[in-house]
């Protein structure tokens, strides 16, 4: 125990990163998903495929090898961020694959008469999506994009391998000087945990208060 | 419909060519896996002794692994000169995994190890839970660690050395990293030990050795720093890289076992001090480390001399 208590300091800071990480990407992937899932929805054939090529590639490979392909072969073609902003992007980039891929359930859950509705009433695409699609599909898809959140705070530890001292990084760190990795990483996953039971709790809440009635 | 199927041609070929690319960087030593080793390739291991069969006393540990057939090692698959899986011939070649095979035919007669891939978050419990018989891998001994784990040896002692990209200036010791942003492999002494002797310095970690050089010749850190032995091999393959420092620490290396084994520990003492006074030792640290590091074999460090032996 008092190789996790004498080490609180680091492992605060390792949060705070892991939460950082986690807030940053969570805003870029929502940002990306809604492009993509407005360009596979759209009326635009060219932009269905890249949405759809952009959501197979993301999703059917592994984030590790994403975030090793940006942290070391970017460089080596000129383009170089620091390592936090690398991981925080690329991780962006991934979930934003899968948020499309909720939001377009989402989407497929509206009936298509409440588009034709929204078309008759003389909406081009962008209004019916702003106004009579979106805002119901956000609302039936708040449990899958909670959990892809959550989902999203753990993967934000595989930014440790690329050189980012998040929780897990500060927790490894931690262990080297104490080699007592059973409260080490025990005390990491509760930390993570209560992340995940804030994310589930907000999510629950929020889902309740959003319901349709149908 | 079509328009499914041609998708997932592309996707399919985007995918092979993308997992091409990225096969080269496997290994991660945070996850376990197993790889079988036969051993017996190299010479040295011919002149390996083996115990007499009054040693292996009944009931004790090298008696059960002699049962077994198998000695069963914690040890790392991507340390260069030290414990590296050959990918061609799937053996596990270097330093401390010939030191493992050479153990091996001590207790069984035979060079018979299988490596499992262990790290330093897992080794205390490896041993503890007996996974593994024994560990060798870079482990120094400390008191901490001690506590949960007991350590044969020092087999070994190395130190932490600095490397820079060439032309780099103004870094000479281990004082002048304050405030610089510097390099070290994850899970490696090099973090506690640039904490203490350079406070101010900001220390990012990578997975491997590899990643490391990659990092340095990238830019992200002005410096390196590892165990001398496997810069000085860095270095001869890189020519953009270069070891400024004479080694700033002592890291004597120990043989993981299992905490409390005492009847296993002065056992695998005894067989070092064996293989330190026939020559073993030496022919096995010629064909790995001293591969890349000049001149005769160093003095093994004295068995026990240090805190936690």
Redesign the interface.
């Known amino acids: 125990m008092s190789a996790l208590l004498d080490h609180l300091p680091e492992f605060w800071q390792g949060l705070v990163v892991t939460l950082q990480m986690t807030a940053a990407s969570f805003v870029g992937a929502a940002a990306v998903g809604l492009v993509i899932v407005a360009m596979r929805v759209g009326p635009v054939p060219v932009l269905r495929?890249v949405a759809?090529?952009y959501v197979?590639?993301l999703q059917?490979?592994p984030l590790?090898?994403l975030l090793?392909?940006a942290v070391?072969?970017l460089?080596?073609i000129g383009l170089?961020a620091g390592?936090t902003t690398t991981a925080i992007v690329v991780i962006a980039l991934y979930e934003g694959a899968y948020i499309a891929e909720a939001l377009r359930s989402g989407v497929n859950a509206i009936s298509s008469g409440q588009g034709e509705a929204a078309r008759a009433l003389g909406l081009t695409f962008g209004q019916s999506l702003r106004h009579v699609v979106l805002p119901q599909a956000l609302r039936t898809v708040v449990q899958p994009i909670g959990n892809i959140f959550i989902a999203l705070t753990m993967n934000t530890s595989l930014a440790?391998?690329?050189?980012v001292?998040e929780l897990t990084?500060a927790a490894?760190?931690v262990?080297?000087?104490?080699?007592?990795?059973?409260p080490i990483?025990v005390g990491a996953g509760l930390a993570y945990a209560a992340v995940a039971a804030c994310a589930g709790f907000v999510t629950g809440r929020l889902e309740r208060r959003l319901a349709v009635a149908r | 419909m079509v328009?499914i199927k041609r998708?997932?041609a592309?996707?399919a070929v985007?995918?092979a060519g993308?997992?091409a690319?990225?096969g080269t960087?496997s290994a991660?030593s945070?996850v376990p896996g197993a790889a079988p080793s036969e051993g017996g390739g190299s010479g040295v291991l011919a002149d390996a002794p083996v115990a007499a069969a009054a040693d292996i006393l009944p009931g004790s540990t090298m008696e059960k692994i002699k049962q077994r057939g198998e000695l069963i090692v914690g040890g790392s698959l991507d340390a260069p000169l030290l414990s590296q899986q050959n990918p061609a011939t799937g053996e596990v070649e270097g330093f401390d995994a010939d030191l493992g095979k050479a153990l091996a035919k001590y207790i069984i007669g035979q060079p018979k190890v299988k490596i499992v891939n262990s790290a330093?978050?897992?080794r205390?419990?490896l041993l503890s839970n007996g996974t593994v018989d024994v560990v060798f891998q870079t482990y120094t001994i400390?008191p901490?660690?001690a506590?949960?784990v007991s350590f044969a040896g020092p087999y070994y002692s190395s130190g932490l050395s600095i490397a820079v990209k060439k032309g780099t200036t103004g870094i000479s010791s281990p004082q002048d990293l304050n405030g610089k942003t510097v390099?070290a492999g994850?899970?490696?002494?090099a973090?506690?030990a640039i904490k203490k002797l350079a406070p101010q310095a900001k220390?990012?970690?990578?997975?491997g050795d590899p990643?490391c050089v990659?990092?340095l010749k990238?830019?992200?850190g002005v410096a390196y720093v590892q165990d001398e032995t496997l810069l000085v091999a860095d270095a001869k393959k890189d020519p953009e890289l270069q070891v400024v420092s004479k080694p700033f620490t002592q890291d004597p290396y120990g043989i993981g076992l299992k905490h409390g084994d005492d009847q296993f520990k002065s056992f695998v003492n005894d067989w070092l001090k064996k293989i330190q006074a026939n020559g073993v030792w030496q022919g096995i640290w010629k064909n790995s480390l001293g591969t890349v590091v000049q001149g005769e074999a160093p003095t093994p460090p004295e068995i026990g001399s240090v805190p936690g032996s």
């Open positions: 495929t759809t090529v197979e590639t059917n490979l590790l090898v090793v392909l070391f072969g460089p080596e170089k390592l440790a391998a690329v050189g001292v990084a490894n760190r262990n080297l000087l104490e080699a007592q990795p059973i990483f | 328009s998708v997932a592309v996707a985007a995918m993308l997992t690319c990225a960087d991660s945070a330093s978050e897992t205390e419990a400390t901490e660690r506590e949960q390099i994850a899970n490696t002494p973090i506690p220390i990012i970690t990578f997975g990643e990659q990092a990238q830019d992200r």
